[in-house]
């Protein structure tokens, strides 16, 4: 049947060019036949212009690509082919030659050329074309095989393969319509008609990813999709505020983040956040990121313990032999009271070693040892307001030291309370109680009155301490200088006073009392020290000191800003 053709071409290359039917003048504007594409520029729409040869030659040139593109069709190259054949057609254009190219196309599958070439076929076989031989094919029966292979042709899925990293996702193909033309997962074979498609590509707990193929018809595709986790926010901040920040990720590694306060976004998943400060115990939590989520932590470090089993020794050998030796003192027999304080100092040094854990906490030993002076001061003082006798006295403060430190050391344990507390409660209950003892030296009370103040000032104090401790976080460095500044406002306050007393015993005018001097320099040395120090520990307090004038003329010194 081939040989007829070649025959037939060879023959109508000598025809005159009146023979030869006219093609389609523009059809790179038609459409192709399959969704979304449009004819491809074909080799025949752009053919170059004929060499000046005279007509004989020119259709033995024809005839000679022609041929050679037969040959080489039979072959098997069939680029080869093409070339030869779309040069005989652009020499002289006969229709059959357009089915020749289709063919060479669609061996080579690349089925869009082929489809339009076989329609160019369709559109120029002539109405009145006859066989041109008595083995060739009618022409009419042959276009209309051609336009029934078109269809087929049309019809030949695409296999698009979506892999993806992470594996699992679902992959979704919608057309130039936003129709969905294909559903599947990660590596399925998505049979889909010759087109531009958009893929999307989702997993959870990932970002969905989008992107566009110009699918061709009957073709194999792979595309490769690396997916994105979604992203929750991570906000941590810490107390101590310079504590330094470590993240564990998922994979095990774990990196240095910042310093006190951190904020970040991270896949989804589980992680452990860590901080470490100095003189601070670790401080670690595990936690979930979750898509699209924000996540505040906060991580409050516990200062390291300090234990205070040496101080404890220390002060209940000192306060065993003390209180032995005053409760002693109800016998009046002075022996005895030396024996009982030597036995005191024995049984307290050997009590307190055996007894005290060698981990005690450092706040428990502090408390106990502010309890037991509490205790004391409490109990003698209760008695002298009944009693000037010292051997009923004497004995009510070895029983105070006793009791306030058994109720100290219980409460220490079960409170757990830390060493700045205690220092906090300590200082309230001696600067509680100095503040009453000045009381009563300034108005030269009596006894009753000059306990009765004491105990004021001791309960005073030791309340406002427990109240400290409720509502702010002092450490015990802080407290210790603010008991620094109470001695150094006493000390100026005797200097003051010695000035005074000096101008006004030469003026021979009456001397200002020595105690009202010691009390005011003592308060102003505390509220000075507590503002200069507001910022060592955390919360911030926003106090400033103020000075202001009463209406008689009264210089007032006093704090003042936001708690």
């Given at each position: 049947m081939r040989v007829w053709v070649t025959l037939a071409v060879s023959a109508l290359f000598a025809l005159a060019p009146s023979a030869v039917h006219a093609q389609p003048s523009d059809p790179r504007t038609r459409d192709a036949g399959f969704i979304g594409k449009e004819v491809p520029i074909l080799e025949i729409d752009e053919c170059p212009a004929n060499p000046p040869l005279p007509p004989d030659e020119l259709r033995r040139v024809g005839s000679e690509h022609f041929e050679r593109g037969e040959v080489l069709y039979v072959q098997g190259d069939y680029s080869g082919a093409v070339i030869e054949l779309v040069a005989a057609y652009c020499i002289q254009p006969y229709y059959t030659i357009l089915k020749d190219v289709g063919q060479a196309y669609e061996r080579e599958l690349d089925y869009e050329k082929a489809i339009a070439y076989f329609e160019k076929y369709v559109l120029a076989v002539p109405k009145d074309a006859q066989r041109t031989g008595p083995c060739a094919p009618d022409p009419q029966v042959d276009r209309d095989n051609v336009a029934a292979r078109i269809k087929v042709l049309q019809?030949?899925?695409?296999?698009?393969?979506?892999n993806t990293d992470p594996a699992g996702a679902k992959i979704t193909l919608v057309d130039y319509q936003g129709v969905v033309a294909a559903r599947g997962g990660t590596g399925d074979e998505l049979a889909v008609l010759g087109g531009h498609y958009q893929v999307f590509v989702e997993r959870e707990g990932y970002r969905t990813e989008q992107s566009e193929i110009d699918v061709g018809i009957g073709k194999p595709y792979t595309i490769f999709s690396t997916l994105q986790p979604r992203k929750g926010k991570l906000r941590v901040r810490t107390v101590p505020?310079?504590?330094?920040?470590?993240l564990k990720y998922p994979s095990g590694d774990t990196v240095a983040i910042g310093?006190?306060?951190?904020?970040?976004?991270l896949p989804s998943g589980k992680y452990k956040v860590s901080a470490e400060a100095s003189g601070y115990l670790t401080a670690s939590r595990e936690i979930d990121i979750l898509a699209d989520r924000d996540t505040p932590i906060a991580l409050?470090?516990?200062?390291?313990?300090?234990?205070?089993?040496?101080?404890?020794?220390?002060?209940a050998t000192a306060a065993g032999s003390f209180a032995a030796g005053s409760i002693a003192a109800a016998t009046e027999n002075n022996p005895l009271i030396v024996g009982g304080a030597g036995a005191g100092l024995v049984a307290g040094f050997f009590g307190s070693y055996f007894a005290a854990p060698r981990d005690i906490p450092l706040g428990t030993s502090s408390l106990t040892i502010t309890s037991s002076?509490?205790?004391?001061?409490l109990l003698y003082n209760s008695a002298s307001l009944f009693t000037d006798r010292n051997e009923i006295r004497f004995?009510?403060?070895g029983l105070g030291l006793i009791g306030g430190g058994a109720v100290g050391a219980f409460t220490g344990t079960r409170l757990h309370i830390k060493p700045g507390d205690a220092a906090v409660i300590n200082s309230g209950a001696v600067w509680g109680t100095a503040t009453g003892i000045l009381f009563a030296g300034s108005f030269d009370a009596d006894r009753k009155v000059t306990s009765g103040l004491v105990l004021s000032g001791l309960g005073m104090g030791t309340l406002g301490g427990v109240l400290v401790t409720r509502y702010f976080e002092v450490s015990r460095a802080r407290a210790a200088l603010i008991d620094v500044g109470g001695v150094v406002g006493i000390f100026i306050g005797l200097g003051i006073e010695g000035v005074v007393s000096a101008q006004t015993n030469a003026n021979g005018s009456k001397t200002e009392?020595?105690?009202?001097y010691t009390l005011g320099g003592m308060i102003t040395g505390l509220l000075i020290a507590g503002v200069l120090t507001r910022n060592m520990d955390a919360p911030q307090v926003n106090v400033a000191p103020t000075v202001s004038k009463t209406q008689g003329g009264t210089t007032m010194l006093g704090v003042g800003g936001a708690f």
């Open positions: 019809n030949l899925r695409a296999k698009v393969r979506v505020y310079d504590a330094r920040l470590f310093t006190g306060s951190y904020e970040t976004e409050d470090l516990p200062p390291e313990p300090q234990f205070g089993r040496r101080q404890l020794i220390a002060y002076l509490v205790g004391a001061t004995p009510a403060l009392s020595q105690t009202n």
